[in-house]
């Protein structure tokens, strides 16, 4: 069983069997990290960071856990300088670089983003996928840009999203933008993900104050999809993964 529980924005904590995951942590209003951390004391914790933008990347996470075993993955966007050099463990990660000695997993994945920093695929010792995709995303605003500059962003992202479909035949559960300050097409690049990719089970993420609109999962889910969709829409709230 996975459990997976809303800290803000992309912040995430995914609890594994072997290790919590924590993804993104910008803020814990709920102070939910805590509690998870608590009510898991002998496992592992790795933080992953997808890039620098300070809405996924709080130095905060340098001071939480420190009673515990910690692991640091983190995009090479992000300035050393601002990483203790003593006392934790970091692997730092580039598109396409792949690691396998990260607690609680198999193998961790780094793809491409259409912003900055990269995206993870995490491979579970059960052989489950996690996916969080930091700022991947279709960003355009298609009342401001150009048509060419709709096409030219919708190709550069649906090339990273052809390879992570090709790569991995079925992700467990995928963390996605679905932005609404995009307007129209707010939901546009969730709605070619999951076309693209088979996911079992989806978080939209980076919704800005907005949920209402990224819980319209009928807006972007393919029809006929087997994809079950997640409303974490409030800080702390957490659903259970069998």
């Known amino acids: 069983m996975i459990t ?6 992309s912040g995430f904590a995914v609890t594994t069997p072997q290790a919590v995951m924590v993804f993104d942590y910008y803020k814990d209003p ?3 990290l805590e509690k998870v951390l608590n009510d898991n004391p002998s496992k592992d914790v790795v933080f992953f ?3 620098h933008h300070p809405d996924h990347f709080n130095t905060s996470i340098f001071e ?6 910690r692991t640091y993955v983190l995009s090479n ?3 050393s300088k601002l990483v203790p050099q003593k006392g934790i463990s970091v692997a730092w990660m580039s ?4 690691i396998d000695q990260i607690p609680g997993s198999k193998e961790v994945r780094a793809y491409g983003s259409t912003d900055a920093g990269v995206s993870y695929a995490i491979t579970t010792a059960e052989d489950e996928v996690i996916f969080h995709a930091g700022d991947l995303n279709d960003w355009h605003w298609s009342e401001e840009s150009t048509e ?16 992570i479909a090709e790569d991995i035949p079925e992700i467990k559960i995928a963390m996605f933008p679905v932005d609404a300050r995009m307007g129209a097409d707010f939901a546009k690049g969730a709605e070619i993900f999951l076309s693209k990719a088979k996911v079992d089970n989806f978080f939209p993420m980076h919704f800005w104050g907005e949920p209402q609109k990224a819980c319209d999962f009928q807006s972007y889910v393919p029809a006929g999809s087997t994809t079950k969709c ?3 829409d409030k800080p702390g709230c957490s659903v259970e993964i069998r």
Not at 4 to 9: A, N
């Open 148 to 163: 060419r500059e709709v096409a030219e962003a919708q190709a550069k992202f649906e090339k990273i999203v052809n390879r």
């Open 77 to 79: 966007d992000i300035f």
């Open 49 to 51: 960071v997808s890039h």
């Open 95 to 98: 598109a396409g670089d792949v």
């Open 230 to 232: 997640h409303c974490l």
């Open 64 to 69: 939480l856990a420190q009673e515990r075993k």
């Open 30 to 32: 709920d102070k939910k």
């Open 4 to 9: 997976v529980t809303y800290l803000d924005h």
